[in-house]
């Protein structure tokens, strides 16, 4: 296939449009940029549409060879033109390399638990993409099964969550559900429910977190809602001893998970 070198092009055109969540929803894609997040998606087996490189801006060893992978791979490859990559890339001085990648939902019903996996974050209507990228993170490095987003949540194919997920997005399992859906599944699991509180009377590092496990955080403004924490077999509190009255929520499920992971460390030893 002939260089592109028209961002008027019919197919750029379309790419471009996935910075926008209405596209993403409706394509069912997003827009992955980077040479270690394509690669990343590359070497994960994401369900790749197409990669896009400019050569005249794809310097890297590295990137040229993940050009190479994926081409024999019998992914779709296009080649553009530095100008035409730039219109399309969100990030100034891009490196010429991006992939088209197609999202993954599980259903709810189908969501299981690994006895080798920590446990899954349910987050409610978490509104910030990169919170919700960096909690991905985070649940890659503790070993977490996945994250269920309650509610009206941002979008966890946002260029800011990819990003910030650091290529978590590709290996985590990732379900969103209503809020009446969610209760009604987690009433009959078999899964102990660990809820967040600032009102909460157990310590963080006093409660029980047995698998398998939900830790269930609330959204950035408000909490968890008076019915998700009926729905906890337990809910505790990080105590803060500042002014402040509540941390940053990918920072407090941090805190949360690297609890939990050296709770259920110690109970195995």
């Not at 189908?110 to 919700?132: H, M, R, Y």
Request: net charge neutral.
């Amino acid at each position: 296939m002939p260089r592109i070198s028209s961002s008027a092009n019919a197919t750029i055109k379309a790419y471009r449009a996935l910075r926008q969540r209405k596209e993403r929803a409706e394509s069912g894609l997003f827009l992955v940029e980077g040479i270690r997040l394509v690669a990343e998606a590359v070497q994960l087996r994401a369900p790749l549409e197409a990669l896009i490189y400019a050569p005249d801006l794809l310097t890297s060893p590295f990137g040229q060879q993940v050009v190479e992978e994926a081409r024999t791979g019998g992914i779709r490859t296009l080649e553009v033109t530095a100008e035409v990559f730039e219109s399309l890339a969100a990030k100034e001085n891009p490196t010429g390399l991006a992939a088209v990648v197609r999202q993954r939902w599980l259903p709810l019903p189908e969501v299981t638990f690994s006895a080798n996996k920590l446990c899954w974050v349910a987050l409610d209507a978490p509104q910030d993409p990169g919170n919700i990228g960096t909690i991905m993170r985070t649940c890659d490095a503790v070993g977490a099964e996945g994250v269920i987003l309650l509610g009206k949540a941002a979008d966890p194919y946002d260029p800011s969550c990819v990003r910030a997920s650091m290529g978590a997005i590709f290996s985590l399992k990732v379900v969103r559900a209503t809020h009446s859906d969610f209760l009604a599944w987690a009433a009959t699991s078999a899964a102990r429910l660990v809820g967040t509180s600032g009102a909460a009377s157990t310590d963080y590092e006093a409660a029980e977190y047995t698998k398998p496990l939900i830790l269930l955080m609330g959204s950035e403004r408000e909490g968890l809602p008076a019915a998700l924490q009926a729905a906890c077999h337990s809910l505790v509190r990080l105590p803060m001893l500042g002014r402040g009255d509540s941390l940053n929520l990918a920072v407090a499920c941090g805190v949360m998970l690297y609890t939990i992971l050296r709770a259920q460390h110690t109970s195995n030893l």
